[in-house]
């Protein structure tokens, strides 16, 4: 294992992080929400139920950041806040129907804009695209627990 490529690897990883989420503009119907607030909507919509210290961790965020965030989405009715049953200083968040109906228009506008996207590959580079794209979802899931 050599982690100086690797090093590497990740650095060419962030850059494609901007080619795909740099260029998608889903503006039209997030009703005005800045990046942040979207990005957090789609990760508690994907999520499910999220603890507001774990997406704090998962979306690097200071915690206090994270709550003005909350507190627009919840305020515009996207998200909702109650206090964890087993831990009175820690909220769990979850989407509203609002939110959720949001969020599904956002990832079927980015689900085309990746189509989009990824069409400037042939079809094996796409499946070794999708392949890696697995490979980094599993080893983040273990190396993040």
Do not use: P
Not at 88 to 110: E, K, M, P, Q, V
């Amino acid at each position: 294992m050599d982690c100086r490529t690797i090093s590497q690897d990740i650095i060419a990883a962030f850059r494609l992080k901007r080619i795909l989420f740099g260029t998608f503009d889903s503006s039209e119907l997030n009703h005005g929400l800045n990046r942040t607030c979207e990005r957090i909507l789609m990760m508690i919509w994907h999520h499910g139920t999220y603890a507001m210290n774990e997406l704090s961790y998962d979306a690097g965020l200071e915690k206090g950041s994270l709550t003005s965030v909350i507190d627009i989405l919840e305020k515009r009715g996207f998200v909702s806040r109650t206090r964890s049953g087993t831990d009175r200083r820690s909220y769990l968040l979850s989407a509203t129907d609002a939110g959720s109906r949001l969020a599904g228009r956002i990832d079927t506008l980015f689900i085309t804009h990746l189509e989009h996207i990824l069409a400037a590959l042939d079809e094996e580079d796409r499946k070794q695209f999708g392949s890696a794209a697995a490979i980094f979802a599993d080893c983040s899931r273990k190396l993040g627990s």
